[in-house]
């Protein structure tokens, strides 16, 4: 049983292609995130989505759009990558404060 | 802006030996501090949560305790598959009601 589950796993791309990742979580909870960690292992908020609405935008470029079409999904879209943009992306979920996450997304930008 | 500083950034024990991982933050109204378990190429587990000074929790060999200014994850007579990097994030009060700091982790080595 996934409780939140990601894909693709992988995801290799040229500069100035645009991406997606999508994220699913079967726990029943009203938040999703999205998180990146960088190479240095950092793992900074980028989004946050309660129940469908918007509540966290932290300062990521505009080439990156959350979506998410009902509560059990988020979704995370990249405009015209960046060689800045190679890093880990997580999604988690939560109920109350304690955050689950997906297994992560590695996007390398070449 | 709040502030979450783990130490060491790596540790290397042996198997058996006992030592603690230290999480000192600056929150303004801090609501709960968080543990979590990171394996390579894996999403961060979640461990503990811990809410108000003095508190402590335990798990196998792993316990978390919380003062107004840091928590320590103590490790007692670590295996090897206790390695990981542990994070720690705050969850504050005044501010978004979801949002976590992390700080940057304690990678864990225990050699058998």
């Known amino acids: 049983d996934t409780a939140v589950s990601q894909t693709p796993k992988y995801l290799v791309t040229q500069m100035g292609n645009d991406k997606s990742i999508k994220c699913e979580q079967n726990l029943g909870h009203d938040t999703m995130y999205w998180y990146k960690q960088d190479s240095k292992k950092f793992l900074k908020i980028m989004f946050s989505y309660n129940n469908k609405e918007l509540i966290i935008n932290e300062t990521v470029p505009n080439r990156f759009s959350p979506k998410s079409p009902d509560k059990a999904h988020l979704n995370l879209h990249i405009n015209s990558l960046e060689l800045g943009d190679s890093a880990v992306y997580f999604c988690?979920?939560?109920?109350?404060?304690?955050?689950?996450f997906g297994p992560g997304t590695r996007l390398t930008v070449t | 802006e709040d502030q979450v500083t783990q130490s060491p950034e790596a540790l290397r024990l042996q198997e058996g030996e006992s030592s603690s991982l230290n999480c000192s933050y600056t929150v303004s109204g801090l609501r709960g501090l968080f543990w979590y378990r990171q394996d390579p190429g894996k999403g961060p587990e979640f461990l503990f949560t811990?809410?108000?000074a003095g508190e402590e929790k335990e798990k196998e060999r792993l316990k978390a305790t919380l003062t107004k200014k840091e928590s320590f994850l103590h490790i007692t007579a670590p295996k090897p598959e206790d390695s990981a990097t542990y994070l720690c994030?705050?969850?504050?009060?005044?501010?978004?009601?979801?949002?976590?700091?992390f700080g940057k982790g304690t990678l864990l080595t225990v050699n058998p």
């Open positions: 994030a705050v969850y504050r009060s005044g501010g978004s009601n979801y949002k976590l700091t």
């Open positions: 988690a979920s939560s109920q109350a404060h304690e955050q689950y």
């Open positions: 811990l809410y108000s």
